[in-house]
Each structure stands twice: as structure tokens, then as C-alpha cells.
């Protein structure tokens, strides 16, 4: 059996910064809360907790409070919420996700009416929605879009969109739209994880992808995966069997920008353990990487 692990797997940057953020916080010995558990992991949301780290679950719950936002960011009323009731703010929005916010703020002040193009339910679009004007509207990929009447129009994406999906909608209003402005606001962590998962699947007989069953990078991750070969989303080793891997010689491993390290080598000693192998790893840096030129 041959375990390969694709590069970029793990922590980006935007994940680790708010890890750190909140973590120094914690150590100053302050009650410190997020709003919204800090990433997409429960394991390690639980850890976070056992370090004292709290999460509150809405803005009105938190008075003269430290907060932390998370790196999907928070909405414009949120946050006014927050700074009323006298919250000190420790702002971990990702740069990335910020950047969004200006551009659509940018865009509306143009005379733009802007498009988003994500998933209407997840936080980080909730939040860039509430930058925008009245006419912002939500398109998740692949929707059939209403009939566009608009002369000008100006896209921007959820952060951790596959590109695929934003080609497909700007092809779409091209035809339909004199004046289409366009900022491709996919953050380059995701788009190398997804080349580089989509690389390694191409030469694996399975995958398995590392990460919180919510995290929407990880999601869209085994998504792009599974067009390759068959693949598995996992949060821990506990959910692999021996079975998994009947007649598999190649297996390939990646994970979401929320998935720890730990959890890595956590899995891949499992399917080391599973194949009867007895050298386990120490640290992700025992794992052999899936190097792929294109990458
Ligand atoms: S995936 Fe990209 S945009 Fe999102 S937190 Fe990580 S670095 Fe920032």
C-alpha cells in the first residue's frame, strides 16, 4: 500500500491567524469568546474550549466581552451589534475575506449591483451580503439564474468557490450583461489545495479527505475528488475500517484549511495500523508528500 498526502493540505493561513490571535488572547488570561466556533472542526473547536476559549453563538449574547471574529468574518450588523454592547474586538476575519467586503462596498459606490457567488447559507457570504446595497443578490453554483436586465453587474466570489463554477456564471452573463466586472475573489490557498487534491486523486485509488463534516472547503474538497476516483470524507481515523481499503494500493490523503495537523497524521497512522505497518508517524512531516509538478 502506497499513502501519499497532498500538498497544502491542512491550516491556511487565514485558519492559523485566527488560531493565534485567539490563542494569545487566551494566554493574557482573559474570557475570551468567539462568535461562532473558531473553525470548522469539532475536535479541535474542543480543544480549543478545554484551553478556556468560549463560543457564544450570537452577537446579542456578548456584553463588554473580549470577542473574537472568526476568519469567515461577521455581518456589517453584527459587528455594529458587538461595538454597542461594549465588546472589545479582536478582528480574525482572513484579509482575503475583508478584501471582499471593499470590493463589494466599492462596486455598489461605482454603481455596480453586484452578484456573489457562494453558498447563501454559510457565514462568510451571510457577512458579504450585509456589505452590499439592497440589490446584492446570492447565486450558489450551478443555479439557473433569473432573467438579467441589469446594463452593468459586478461578480464576486465566496472565497472558497471551485473556479469551474465562477467560469460557469460569468459565461453565463457575458451574453446577457454590456457591462460585466468581474474580481475573482477565490483566495490562492484554495485554489492550490484543490489542484493539488485533484492531482494526487487522479493517481490514487481512493482518497480520503481530512476535515470538519461542516467546513465548506473540505466539502467542496471531496467534491472535487470524487471525479477522479472514489473517494471519503472523514473527520477522524475512529471511521476507517479495514474494509475501506480492500483491493486500494494507492491511497491518497488530503485535508480542508481547518483540519489540524494532528488529525493528518492521526489518519494516516490508522491506514498504517489498518495495513499491519508499525512505524508510525510523528509529525506530518513523516508523511510522504504527493509531489506533482503542476501543482
Ligand atoms: S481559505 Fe483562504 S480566505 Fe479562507 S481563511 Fe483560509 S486563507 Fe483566508
Request: aromatic share 4%; charged share 20%; with cysteine.
Given at each position: 500500500?502506497?499513502?501519499?498526502?497532498a500538498r497544502y493540505s491542512g491550516?491556511c493561513?487565514?485558519?492559523?491567524?485566527?488560531?493565534?490571535?485567539?490563542?494569545?488572547?487566551?494566554?493574557?488570561?482573559?474570557?475570551?469568546?468567539?462568535?461562532?466556533?473558531?473553525?470548522?472542526?469539532?475536535?479541535?473547536?474542543?480543544?480549543?474550549?478545554?484551553?478556556?476559549?468560549?463560543?457564544?453563538?450570537?452577537?446579542?449574547?456578548?456584553?463588554?466581552?473580549?470577542?473574537?471574529?472568526?476568519?469567515?468574518?461577521?455581518?456589517?450588523?453584527?459587528?455594529?451589534?458587538?461595538?454597542?454592547?461594549?465588546?472589545?474586538?479582536?478582528?480574525?476575519?482572513?484579509?482575503?475575506?475583508?478584501?471582499?467586503?471593499?470590493?463589494?462596498?466599492?462596486?455598489?459606490?461605482?454603481?455596480?449591483?453586484?452578484?456573489?457567488?457562494?453558498?447563501?447559507?454559510?457565514?462568510?457570504?451571510?457577512?458579504?451580503?450585509?456589505?452590499?446595497?439592497?440589490?446584492?443578490?446570492?447565486?450558489?453554483?450551478?443555479?439557473?439564474?433569473?432573467?438579467?436586465?441589469?446594463?452593468?453587474?459586478?461578480?464576486?466570489?465566496?472565497?472558497?468557490?471551485?473556479?469551474?463554477?465562477?467560469?460557469?456564471?460569468?459565461?453565463?452573463?457575458?451574453?446577457?450583461?454590456?457591462?460585466?466586472?468581474?474580481?475573482?475573489?477565490?483566495?490562492?490557498a484554495?485554489?492550490q489545495r484543490q489542484i493539488a487534491g485533484?492531482?494526487?486523486?487522479?493517481?490514487?485509488?481512493?482518497?480520503?479527505?481530512?476535515?470538519?463534516?461542516?467546513?465548506?472547503?473540505?466539502?467542496?474538497?471531496?467534491?472535487?475528488?470524487?471525479?477522479?476516483?472514489?473517494?471519503?470524507?472523514?473527520?477522524?481515523?475512529?471511521?476507517?475500517?479495514?474494509?475501506?481499503?480492500?483491493?486500494?494500493?494507492?491511497?491518497?490523503?488530503c485535508a480542508?484549511a481547518?483540519?489540524?495537523?494532528?488529525?493528518?497524521?492521526?489518519?494516516?497512522?490508522?491506514?498504517?495500523?489498518?495495513?499491519?505497518?508499525?512505524?508510525?508517524?510523528?509529525?506530518?512531516?513523516?508523511?510522504?508528500?504527493?509531489?506533482?509538478?503542476?501543482c
Amino acid at each position: 500500500m502506497q499513502i501519499r498526502l497532498a500538498r497544502y493540505s491542512g491550516f491556511c493561513f487565514g485558519v492559523r491567524r485566527a488560531i493565534q490571535l485567539a490563542m494569545d488572547a487566551v494566554q493574557k488570561g482573559e474570557e475570551v469568546y468567539s462568535l461562532g466556533e473558531l473553525i470548522h472542526n469539532p475536535q479541535f473547536v474542543q480543544e480549543l474550549r478545554a484551553k478556556g476559549l468560549r463560543v457564544a453563538s450570537a452577537a446579542q449574547e456578548l456584553h463588554n466581552s473580549v470577542v473574537i471574529i472568526r476568519s469567515h468574518g461577521i455581518s456589517k450588523e453584527e459587528y455594529n451589534v458587538l461595538v454597542k454592547q461594549g465588546n472589545t474586538i479582536i478582528d480574525a476575519t482572513c484579509p482575503y475575506v475583508s478584501k471582499t467586503h471593499d470590493l463589494i462596498k466599492q462596486a455598489n459606490a461605482e454603481g455596480y449591483p453586484v452578484i456573489i457567488l457562494g453558498d447563501p447559507c454559510h457565514p462568510e457570504v451571510i457577512g458579504m451580503k450585509s456589505y452590499g446595497n439592497s440589490d446584492t443578490v446570492v447565486v450558489s453554483p450551478n443555479e439557473e439564474l433569473a432573467p438579467v436586465m441589469a446594463k452593468r453587474l459586478c461578480v464576486i466570489s465566496q472565497t472558497t468557490q471551485k473556479i469551474e463554477h465562477l467560469i460557469n456564471l460569468v459565461s453565463s452573463l457575458l451574453p446577457k450583461v454590456m457591462d460585466l466586472k468581474v474580481h475573482n475573489t477565490i483566495c490562492l490557498a484554495t485554489g492550490q489545495r484543490q489542484i493539488a487534491g485533484a492531482e494526487l486523486a487522479k493517481e490514487s485509488d481512493i482518497m480520503v479527505v481530512i476535515g470538519g463534516k461542516h467546513s465548506s472547503n473540505t466539502k467542496m474538497l471531496a467534491r472535487l475528488c470524487s471525479e477522479y476516483c472514489p473517494t471519503i470524507h472523514i473527520e477522524t481515523g475512529a471511521e476507517l475500517t479495514p474494509e475501506i481499503f480492500v483491493d486500494k494500493a494507492r491511497i491518497g490523503l488530503c485535508a480542508g484549511a481547518s483540519t489540524p495537523e494532528a488529525q493528518i497524521v492521526e489518519v494516516y497512522n490508522k491506514i498504517m495500523k489498518i495495513n499491519g505497518e508499525e512505524c508510525p508517524a510523528t509529525g506530518i512531516q513523516n508523511i510522504p508528500l504527493f509531489k506533482e509538478e503542476s501543482c
